[in-house]
C-alpha cells in the first residue's frame, strides 16, 4: 500500500515538474516574442534608418496585428512618413487617414498628411491639415514652419507676415534663443519681397539671439547693405572713440599676435620728407586696409570664430587709428575706398563691428 502511495507520489510530483518545465518554457517564450515586438516597433519608430527598411518592420507589424489602437495609428504614421520620404505620396496618405480614423488627435498624423498633401502641389488642402495639427499640438516647430512655407506658397505674404509677428510675440527669440529660426524666416520672406527696412528690423533679432549663425549673419547684412545709412543699427551701441591711449593698447595687441604684420608697417629707415612720407602711409593704410577687409569677411559670411572676432577689432581699430591720424604722422589721413566703404564702412561697418564684439564674448 505504501509502494502504491509512493507510486502516485511521483507521478505527481513528475507532472508539476513537467507543468512547471512547460509553463515556464511558454512564459520564457511570451517573454522572447513580447522583447522582439518591442524590438520591432522601436524600430519602426526610429527615422534614422533607411526608409524602405521602415516601411517593410512597419508592415510587418501592421499585418502582424497590435491589440492597441494607438500603437496601430503609430505604426501608420511611421509608415507614412517613409512613404513621405520616399515620395510616395499618395500612399503615404492612405497611411496618415487610417492613423487619423484610428486616432484623430494624433497630430503627427495630420502633420504628415501636410507634407505629403504638399507633395501632390495640394496646398490648400495642406494647408487645412497642418492647421488641424496645429489646433491639437500649437507650438511643434515643424507644424508652425509647415505653416509659414505653405502661405507664402500661396502667395499670402500678408497673413504669413501676421503669423510668424503674432509668435514672435508670444515666443520672443531674444528671451528664448531657440527661437530664432523665427524671425531670420520672416527676414528672409521680407528680404525677397524686397522689404528691407522691416526684413533688417527682424533679422536683427535673429542675429542678436544666435550670433554664430552664418544664415541669419549673412540676410541681416543683405539687408542692411541695401539700406545703407538707413540700416538699423545691430545694438545701438555708438563707434569706439579713438584716443592715443587706446591706440597704444591695439598696437601692444597686434605687436603680440601679429608681429609679421606689424613688423611689415614700421621700415627701418622713415622718410623725413612729407610727400614721401604721406605716399609710405598710404601704403601701409593700403596693407591695413587688406587685411581688415579679410576679417570683415569672415565675420559677414564665413564660419566666424571668437579669435577671427577679435582679431577682426583689432584690425578695425588700428584703421580707425590711422584715419584718425593717431598713428603714423599722415598729413592728409586716408578714407576706406568708395568700393570698400559700401561693404566695410558707415552703418555697415559699425554693425559688423558690434558682431564682431558679440561674437568675441561668445564661448
Known amino acids: 500500500m505504501k509502494f502504491i502511495q509512493s507510486r502516485a507520489a511521483l507521478r505527481v510530483a513528475a507532472i508539476c515538474v513537467i507543468a512547471f518545465s512547460v509553463g515556464w518554457v511558454v512564459l520564457n517564450k511570451q517573454g522572447a516574442d513580447k522583447t522582439d515586438d518591442m524590438e520591432a516597433y522601436a524600430a519602426c519608430l526610429d527615422r534614422r534608418q533607411d526608409s524602405n527598411l521602415i516601411v517593410e518592420i512597419c508592415t510587418q507589424m501592421i499585418d502582424a496585428g497590435v491589440s492597441s489602437e494607438m500603437t496601430l495609428s503609430a505604426l501608420h504614421v511611421e509608415r507614412g512618413y517613409a512613404l513621405d520620404d520616399l515620395d510616395k505620396w499618395q500612399q503615404a496618405i492612405v497611411d496618415f487617414d487610417r492613423a487619423i480614423a484610428l486616432n484623430p488627435e494624433n497630430y503627427e498624423a495630420w502633420q504628415g498628411k501636410s507634407f505629403a498633401l504638399d507633395g501632390l502641389d495640394q496646398d490648400i488642402a495642406a494647408l487645412e491639415a497642418v492647421e488641424t495639427s496645429l489646433a491639437i499640438e500649437p507650438t511643434k516647430k515643424y507644424s508652425v514652419r509647415r505653416k509659414f512655407r505653405l502661405l507664402r506658397k500661396l502667395e499670402r505674404y500678408e497673413e504669413a507676415d501676421e503669423y510668424y509677428t503674432q509668435l514672435m510675440e508670444k515666443y520672443p527669440a531674444l528671451e528664448q534663443p531657440r527661437h530664432y529660426w523665427m ?109 581688415f577687409v579679410s576679417h570683415s569677411q569672415n565675420i559677414l559670411s564665413g564660419e566666424a570664430k571668437q579669435a577671427d572676432a577679435e582679431s577682426y577689432l583689432l584690425f578695425a581699430g588700428l584703421r580707425r587709428c590711422v584715419e584718425g591720424g593717431v598713428l603714423f604722422n599722415p598729413v592728409a589721413p586716408s578714407a576706406l575706398k568708395p568700393e570698400i566703404e559700401q561693404l566695410h564702412g558707415g552703418a555697415v561697418g559699425q554693425n559688423v563691428s558690434d558682431l564682431a564684439h558679440l561674437l568675441a564674448m561668445s564661448k
Open 183 to 291: 524671425p531670420q524666416q520672416l527676414g528672409r520672406m521680407r528680404l525677397a519681397l524686397e522689404q528691407h527696412a522691416a526684413a533688417a528690423e527682424v533679422l536683427r533679432i535673429a542675429v542678436l539671439a544666435k550670433p554664430s549663425d552664418q544664415n541669419s549673419r549673412s540676410l541681416f547684412f543683405r539687408a542692411c547693405i541695401a539700406l545703407g545709412p538707413e540700416c538699423p543699427s545691430l545694438t545701438g551701441q555708438e563707434a569706439e572713440a579713438v584716443s592715443p591711449e587706446r591706440c597704444t593698447v591695439i598696437t601692444e595687441n597686434l605687436a603680440e599676435t601679429h608681429p609679421d604684420f606689424w613688423a611689415s608697417l614700421h621700415p627701418d629707415t622713415r622718410e623725413v620728407d612729407e610727400a614721401r612720407e604721406t605716399q609710405a602711409n598710404g601704403a601701409r593704410l593700403t596693407i591695413i586696409e587688406g587685411a
